[in-house]
């Protein structure tokens, strides 16, 4: 596998940095994951980096060299983070109202095909850059109640930005109720695509621009830039900030053979249908948690 992977996180305005983010590879198969300690409630950090630990370990544990099935992986491992938390919370006698819950965001890349799921308003952005044909980009549908207004036609995308209810989420790692982990098709990559991980207190701030500039330069260069840039449009109460991001190399065709007569390639009809899968949901209702 060829790809390149970089991240970068900031505290921005707050006292600490709640956000937890790592990225663990075998040979076959890489695994990406963003957490976001949740506001209003007690040691966000922990149960943000309860997650982080879940999922490396459960892919330590299963990746050997690949994983037999990623979305279930990715499925099981944010149950499992889910009631360590809980667990914790009830060892520490944390009251259910302010027991620590964060958000989640994981992403598994595996024979040339990406698979994520998420809990929260963590985002995941698909982008992929034809060269001879527009910019297309998919990203994850927040587990929010701002997003369902928008869903609804009650606000538009640009109302919601700041909207006061934004930060209100109704799916999440940790607390009495039972997360919502929304799970992805597996989405075949071509060369250059890019996956990029973040946080909310990433992606709120920059809207447009994170897709925009993101890949106009090696990611050494945009992933801190881009940080740089939402932290100062937050301002100085800006969220903690962190962005994980991939671009993905596709392997050159005259290394590994020519394809074999009855494989069809993956074309750019594939990559609109299972793009297309991702933007279904199902309604959830909402227990009004803060992000």
């Known amino acids: ?17 709640q956000d937890r983010a790592a990225w663990l590879a075998t040979e076959s198969t890489v695994l990406m994951v963003v957490a976001d300690g949740m506001g209003g409630h007690l040691q966000g950090e922990v149960a943000a980096q309860i997650a982080i630990d879940t999922l490396i370990e459960r892919f330590r544990a299963e990746a050997k060299t690949r994983l037999a099935e990623p979305a279930e992986f990715l499925a ?16 520490c006698r944390i009251s259910a109202h302010v027991a620590p819950r964060t958000t989640c965001i994981a992403c598994v890349v595996q024979d040339g095909k990406a698979s994520w799921a998420h809990a929260g308003d963590s985002r995941l952005y698909l982008i992929h850059q034809h060269p001879q044909g527009p910019v297309r980009v998919a990203h994850t549908r927040d587990h929010s109640v701002v997003q369902r207004m928008v869903d609804a036609g009650s606000i538009s995308e640009a109302e919601a930005v700041g909207h006061p209810l934004r930060n209100r989420v109704f799916s999440c790692l940790g607390g009495d109720a039972a997360p919502q982990i929304e799970v992805s098709a597996a989405i075949p990559l071509q060369d250059g695509d890019l996956i990029a991980l973040c946080t909310d207190g ?21 992933v801190p830039h881009l940080l740089d840039a939402a932290e100062r449009a ?39 249908q299972a793009i297309a899968q991702i933007r279904r949901r199902n309604p959830h209702k909402p227990n009004g948690a803060s992000s």
């Open 1 to 17: 596998m060829n790809y390149t992977i970089v991240h970068d996180s900031r505290i921005g305005g707050r006292e600490i940095n």
């Open 234 to 272: 937050a301002g100085p109460r800006a969220d903690n900030l962190t962005l994980v991001a991939m671009r993905w190399e596709a392997p050159d065709p005259d290394a590994v053979g020519a394809r074999k007569a009855h494989e069809a390639p993956v074309s750019d009809v594939d990559i609109e």
């Open 202 to 222: 990433a992606w709120s701030p920059l809207g447009e621009t994170l897709v925009a500039e993101i890949g106009r330069a090696p990611l050494t260069t945009t």
């Open 76 to 91: 099981e491992s944010m149950r499992q983070a889910h009631r360590t938390i809980v667990r914790y919370a009830a060892e």
